[in-house]
């Protein structure tokens, strides 16, 4: 599967000098889907270096160069579809309907950030001098080192090097370990379209010979990472050396707010496929559901019954609605949070362990739990699985204050046929996201990112390009 790829340096495929690999396996059986030769730091400065000398005429090149080119990318990957769904279900697990929205949603981040490649606005402020203007530019912030993580492992690539292109910067991306094929095969589309070589380059391969070279180097000017909050708290150490840029998508704690005057079956319709899809392993799925009192033992009924019936299986079968984890770790974690409910006296409405029959892989059944102090696992942190706690709330005021009290602050969701209610809750939510009456959020259009521990920066609209780009005054006199 990765014999054509490995790392991608100076425009070309080459096999890593490191004597080490990485054996990849497919999460749905545990079986391994191939090694990929891993980087030395060698080959790491070496991509630093060429990246050096690609971003010279790079961030010289036309905007509207720039742009047709991105648009080109797009259209190879659009040619491409079928066979990257394939190996991001491979790689990731998830059902191969959502690995072709999520490869499809990459596309989107090329077409919208080939259009902003035009719209790199600068304004001209009147000067006080006589005669003279002051003028605002923008500027490529230099070469980027881009972090990715497995669970979405081409839209988080494609969310990084299309605004990074985009404003003339050239780019190092680091993917997970778990899901490298996905990257590999969305940078060889860069490769096809035809982007310059040493513009865009890959390594893979253990962190003490991808991470610190990065971290390190005077010559990458920003960092970007879609990650866990520990490792985006490391990398923002580590780079306050050198003093670089740096962006972060980190963790979330979602919570998702039911209001009494609701529909409550269109909502389950809603909030049970966004809590379980990828099995729960995404950063703005719901973890948190507060629901009024008087509707809370219906909306457990309802949120089991559809859980139950979601139908777990490798995500190349058609039929399967629900994938596995990515690995035995989550499991664990899975199985920590639920021992830490049932000791709480958390009541299973459904799931809670690994489900009869699915003796391969890192299967674990969707699960509702209920009746559990907000300082329980399952309501106090991220779960990053397949467990939807349910809670009960009485009024407003003491909701948002629940919902608020969490150091995350990435995304949240309302459920209200109330005007005015909408609009409070949007106000009164602490988080970077609010969706109300919907759960889309992720849209290439849209600033995605969050506040608090869940991170700085936005990834996508018209605000995205600008993490890459420094602003500089000129103070012109006549």
């Known amino acids: 599967m990765y014999e054509k ?26 079986a391994s889907l191939g090694e990929v030769a891993s980087a030395d730091t060698a080959d790491v400065e070496e991509a630093i270096a060429v990246a050096s ?6 961030r010289a090149t036309p905007a509207w160069t720039r742009a047709d080119l991105l648009h080109a990318v797009a259209d190879v990957m659009r040619d491409r579809l079928e066979e990257a769904a394939r190996i991001i279900t491979l790689e990731s697990g998830k059902p191969l309907a959502q690995a072709r929205r999520e490869w499809n949603l990459s596309i989107d ?60 910067c050239s780019v190092i991306v680091r993917p997970s370990d778990e ?21 865009v380059n890959l390594v893979v391969g253990p962190v003490k010979n991808t991470y610190a070279p990065l971290v390190a180097s005077p010559l990458v000017r920003k960092i970007t990472l879609t990650g866990s909050t520990a490792v985006g708290q490391q990398m923002i150490r580590d780079s306050a050396a050198t003093v670089k840029r740096v962006s972060m998508e980190l963790g979330g704690n979602a919570p998702l707010i039911v209001f009494d005057d609701v529909d409550v079956d269109a909502v389950l319709d809603i909030a049970t496929p966004t809590k379980y899809g990828n099995a729960g392993q995404i950063c703005v799925a719901p973890d948190r559901f507060y629901v009024h009192e ?47 409910a049932e000791s709480r006296g958390g009541r299973i409405a459904t799931g809670g362990q690994r489900p009869a029959g699915q003796n391969k892989g890192f299967f674990f059944a969707p699960t509702v ?4 102090p907000d300082n329980a696992k399952a309501l106090a942190e991220e779960n990053f699985g397949p467990i939807a706690a349910v809670t009960p709330f009485s009024d407003p005021e003491s909701v948002y204050e629940r919902a608020n009290a969490s150091e995350f602050g990435l995304a949240a969701y309302v459920f209200t046929r109330d005007p005015a209610r909408m ?38 609209g018209s605000e995205g390009i600008l993490d890459f780009l420094n602003v500089k005054l000129a103070q012109v006199a006549v």
Not at 151 to 163: G, H, M, Q, T
């Open 369 to 372: 739990i209920s009746g559990l």
């Open 423 to 460: 609009r409070e809750a949007v106000s009164r939510i602490e988080t970077g996201m609010v969706a109300v009456n919907s759960t889309a959020l992720a849209a290439a259009e849209a600033p995605f990112g969050g506040i608090k521990f869940s991170g700085m920066g936005r990834e996508g």
């Open 294 to 340: 008087s509707i809370h033992d219906r909306f457990i009924e309802g949120l089991a019954q559809r859980a139950k019936a979601l139908r777990l299986g490798h995500g190349l079968d058609d039929a399967t609605q629900m994938g596995p984890l990515i690995n035995q770790r989550r499991i664990d974690a899975m199985e920590s949070i639920v021992a830490d």
């Open 53 to 58: 000398v690609a971003l010279k005429s790079w």
């Open 109 to 168: 981040q090329f077409r919208w950030f080939a259009e902003e490649t035009r719209r790199i606005y600068g304004r001209i402020v009147e000067s006080r001098a006589p005669g003279g203007r002051i003028e605002i530019l923008h500027e490529p912030v230099g070469i980027v080192a881009a972090f990715t993580a497995w669970n979405f492992p081409a839209v988080l690539v494609a969310r990084k090097i299309a605004p990074a292109l985009a404003a003339g």
């Open 179 to 199: 899901c490298p094929g996905t990257a590999m095969h969305l940078v060889d589309c860069l490769r096809q379209a035809g982007v310059p070589k040493g513009v």
């Open 5 to 30: 790829f490995g790392l991608f340096i100076d425009g070309a495929w080459r096999v890593g000098t490191s004597k080490e690999s990485i054996d990849v396996l497919d999460p749905a059986t545990g």
